[in-house]
């Protein structure tokens, strides 16, 4: 079925682009070229494919046939949206023989701007990238009519993000007063810059104690990623490493029973947990039970596992994404 591809973009935030199909991928260059031909002045075209050589084919077929035409690199997303490619319908991908438009592609340069430049930044406790932010919140599958929180916002990170993705009514609180003055900062800049009405306030509050600034059963859905622990060296021992999962652990139940105490009835979190990395196995912070007792239900985010791992290779600290619902 029809549908907006460069809206759904927009609301995304691990899709890297959305292709169209367009034909079977059997004389490749001659199809290709048959697409483009109807294009007025000088073609810029791109193809992505395991056939190095097919650019430089279409780009040979085109001029034989009196076009005027440029071969773009496709070295990255920045290059399709340099060259206006999704605009012009003209960047290809090759997949298992089938022939691909990208109609849609993600905003690479919007995330850098509210990422990096924004007012203020704290690298020192760890930075949430946007796009994270944004997955975890479309995990929650609630409607920007929802009242959402994040409970450890540190330099505002998710609530940004969820105002760009319409939501007009966000929560932020944090135990470091720093942290809230920095969420500030940067809620006003943006809110300022995109000239938008939003609905906000932020808190300097311990998460074990949220109902002490906000009221019980007043929130839709928690999206947050909590300390995750000091920073690690690869140094550690496996005793360190299960020294600080056990703190954390005590932490993160803390939590979970002021999450139930906040959430509306059917009221979700999508709540970040880490693993450390420890030679070549991962050690996780088991907080099943804990979840439990407070009233609160895992819900699986995949048929193959209940949580999703982002990680990257050669970090000693992955992030675990949970699903949490109110029971």
């Not at 409970?151 to 939501?167: H, K, N, P, Q, R």
């Not at 940067?186 to 509050?205: K, R, S």
């Amino acid at each position: 079925e029809p549908f907006d591809a460069e809206k759904l973009m927009q609301r995304l935030g691990g899709t890297i682009s959305i292709n169209e199909y367009v034909a079977d991928a059997k004389k490749t260059a001659e199809t290709i070229a048959d697409i483009l031909e109807k294009e007025s002045g000088k073609i810029h075209f791109s193809v992505k494919s395991a056939d190095k050589k097919l650019g430089l084919a279409i780009k040979k077929e085109l001029k034989a046939r009196g076009k005027s035409v440029r071969y773009v690199e496709p070295k990255n997303t920045a290059t399709i949206i340099h060259n206006n490619l999704v605009e012009s319908k003209s960047n290809f991908i090759i997949i298992e023989n089938e022939i691909f438009i990208t109609v849609g592609v993600q905003n690479i340069e919007e995330f850098t701007r509210r990422d990096y430049g924004r007012p203020k930044m704290d690298d020192k406790s760890g930075m949430l990238p946007p796009k994270l932010a944004r997955v975890m919140i479309n995990l929650a599958g609630k409607d920007t009519d929802a009242k959402l929180l994040d409970a450890f916002c540190g330099s505002g990170t998710v609530l940004i993000e969820a105002l760009d993705m319409g939501y007009a009514n966000v929560v932020g609180s944090d135990v470091s007063l720093k942290a809230v003055e920095d969420t500030k900062k940067n809620m006003e800049w943006f809110v300022e810059e995109q000239m938008i009405t939003a609905a906000y306030a932020i808190h300097n509050q311990d998460a074990s104690a949220l109902t002490k600034t906000i009221k019980e059963h007043s929130i839709d859905v928690i999206v947050s990623e909590p300390y995750l622990g000091k920073p690690l060296s690869g140094r550690e021992t496996k005793q360190q490493i299960m020294g600080q999962t056990k703190e954390l652990t005590e932490l993160y139940a803390r939590t979970f029973i002021s999450f139930a105490k906040i959430l509306k009835k059917d009221g979700v979190a999508v709540f970040i947990i880490p693993t450390f990395k420890y030679k070549n196995e991962c050690v996780d912070v088991n907080c099943a039970e804990q979840i439990k007792k407070a009233g609160l239900e895992i819900v699986p985010l995949s048929k193959e596992s209940k949580t999703l791992l982002y990680h990257r290779p050669n970090q000693h600290l992955g992030r675990r994404i949970l699903k949490l619902k109110k029971q």
